[in-house]
């Protein structure tokens, strides 16, 4: 039997002048958003003051986490290759000065996207040179890496989604080792990295501690910590809701951990607040 999703939970449709804009502006421009195609509980908030995270590579995962609301199948569409370019003038048009991109796995490519997702951060910049871009790639490494990290982006975000011992709602594709690498290559590389857990999902507090410290090990900065909500019956039910409370307890156990910015709350993502964590992480990184 299903338990009963609390109070804090509950999410408002997006409305207004500014949600309007935003959804005429994806619309015209043939743009994704993780929003939309992951039925993010933060869409209101988010689309409400113009801010939103672009999913590139199109709308179709090749992948299929038990989690997760996005379309799957075998093969994707060839990736549009104007979408950098109105990718980046979605972002002037925005005035965004901090924008998040992610991407549905396409392991249907020979280089799995990396490419193209690098020419989007490119766009990007070249058009906005100014802006700030934090990217939540799929579990690029080695080459693939390497291509994305060469266009520059600000943050290089990848997720570990759950502890070690739950690793099985995720496509069998993907483990808890693999993201462990991602995340270290980025972070040999230089760059501040981000991961995030959903929680809700039958974790325990040691697991949660234990996956923390395995984060740190690899270098990871920034810790994002969110309720698990079931999309529809097609995906796996919640075992547990979290309180406010019980996630700012877990928040102070991250920072006690060292993580430079934890975003933790029930309805926390990887890209929510993404601006303040990054801002938090670099003013924790500065000496002295």
Same mark, same amino acid.
């Given at each position: 039997?299903?338990?009963?999703?609390?109070?804090?939970?509950?999410?408002?449709?997006?409305?207004?002048?500014?949600?309007?804009?935003?959804?005429?502006?994806?619309?015209?421009?043939?743009?994704?958003?993780?929003?939309?195609?992951?039925?993010?509980?933060?869409?209101?908030?988010?689309?409400g003051?113009?801010?939103?995270?672009?999913?590139?590579?199109?709308?179709?995962?090749?992948?299929?986490c038990?989690?997760?609301?996005?379309?799957?199948?075998?093969?994707?569409?060839?990736?549009?290759?104007?979408?950098?370019?109105? !990718?980046?003038?979605?972002?002037? $048009? #925005?005035?965004?000065?901090?924008?998040? =991109?992610?991407? /549905?796995?396409? %392991?249907? *490519?020979s280089?799995?996207?990396?490419?193209?997702?690098?020419?989007?951060?490119?766009?990007?910049?070249?058009?906005?040179?100014?802006?700030?871009?934090?990217?939540?790639?799929?579990?690029?490494?080695?080459?693939?890496?390497?291509?994305?990290?060469?266009?520059?982006?600000?943050?290089?975000?990848?997720n570990?989604?759950?502890?070690?011992?739950?690793?099985?709602?995720?496509?069998?594709?993907?483990?808890?080792?693999?993201?462990?690498?991602?995340?270290?290559?980025?972070?040999?590389?230089?760059f501040?990295?981000?991961?995030?857990?959903?929680?809700? !999902?039958?974790?325990?507090?040691? $697991? #949660?501690?234990?996956?923390?410290?395995? =984060?740190?090990? /690899?270098?990871? %900065?920034? *810790?994002v910590?969110?309720?698990?909500?079931?999309?529809?019956?097609?995906?796996?039910?919640?075992?547990?809701?979290?309180?406010?409370?019980?996630?700012?307890?877990?928040?102070?156990?991250?920072?006690?951990?060292?993580?430079?910015?934890?975003?933790?709350?029930?309805?926390?993502?990887?890209?929510?607040?993404?601006?303040?964590?990054?801002?938090?992480?670099?003013?924790?990184?500065?000496?002295?």
């Open positions: 039997m299903a338990i009963r999703k609390p109070a804090w939970l509950k999410v408002k449709i997006p409305q207004g002048p500014q949600a309007l804009a935003m959804s005429r502006l994806l619309r015209d421009r043939g743009l994704h958003t993780v929003c939309d195609e992951a039925a993010c509980p933060n869409k209101a908030e988010c689309w003051c113009g801010t939103a995270t672009f999913m590139v590579l199109g709308d179709v995962c090749t992948r299929g038990r989690f997760c609301a996005v379309a799957t199948a075998k093969e994707g569409a060839i990736p549009n290759p104007d979408e950098p370019q109105q !990718l980046a003038a979605a972002i002037q $048009e #925005l005035k965004l000065k901090y924008a998040v =991109l992610t991407s /549905v796995d396409r %392991d249907d *490519l280089d799995r996207g990396a490419a193209h997702f690098a020419a989007c951060i490119r766009a990007i910049r070249q058009a906005n040179p100014t802006v700030e871009v934090e990217v939540l790639t799929a579990d690029y490494r080695g080459a693939e890496l390497a291509t994305v990290l060469a266009a520059g982006p600000t943050v290089l975000a990848h570990v989604e759950t502890v070690r011992r739950l690793q099985g709602v995720r496509d069998a594709r993907a483990s808890f080792d693999l993201s462990l690498q991602t995340l270290a290559e980025a972070h040999a590389a230089g501040v990295t981000k991961s995030s857990l959903l929680l809700g !999902l039958g974790e325990t507090a040691d $697991e #949660l501690l234990a996956t923390m410290r395995e =984060l740190r090990t /690899v270098g990871c %900065d920034i *810790l910590l969110g309720q698990y909500l079931q999309p529809s019956l097609k995906q796996v039910p919640v075992l547990e809701y979290l309180s406010p409370q019980r996630f700012d307890e877990l928040a102070a156990m991250a920072r006690a951990e060292g993580f430079s910015a934890v975003v933790a709350s029930p309805l926390a993502r990887t890209s929510y607040h993404a601006s303040a964590g990054w801002r938090a992480s670099q003013a924790e990184r500065q000496p002295g």
